[in-house]
C-alpha cells in the first residue's frame, strides 16, 4: 500500500463497497485491510495463524463484493 490519500482510508464502509464495484482497486485493498482483524481471528485454529486460511477468507471478501447488495 504506497502514497494513499488520508480521506480514502477515512471512507465509510458503503462508500469502499461502492468503489470496489467500480473498479477501484485502492479501495479493495483498504476494503481487505479494514477486515484485516477479522480475518486474523478466523485463521487461527488452535493458537496458530493459518496463512492458507487468511489467504482463502481474504478471496472470500473480494469475490462477495460482486454479489453483496447495500440495502
Do not use: N, W
Not at 477479522?38 to 462477495?64: H, M, N, P, R
Amino acid at each position: 500500500m504506497t502514497h494513499i490519500k488520508l480521506g480514502v482510508l477515512k471512507m465509510s464502509l458503503k462508500k469502499l463497497y461502492l468503489e470496489c464495484q467500480s473498479g477501484d482497486m485502492l479501495a479493495l485493498e483498504i476494503l481487505v485491510l479494514r477486515f484485516h482483524p477479522l480475518l486474523v481471528k478466523v485463521s487461527i485454529k488452535y493458537g496458530t495463524f493459518d496463512e492458507d486460511c487468511y489467504q482463502e477468507c481474504a478471496i472470500a471478501v473480494i469475490k462477495s463484493i460482486d454479489k453483496f447488495q447495500i440495502r
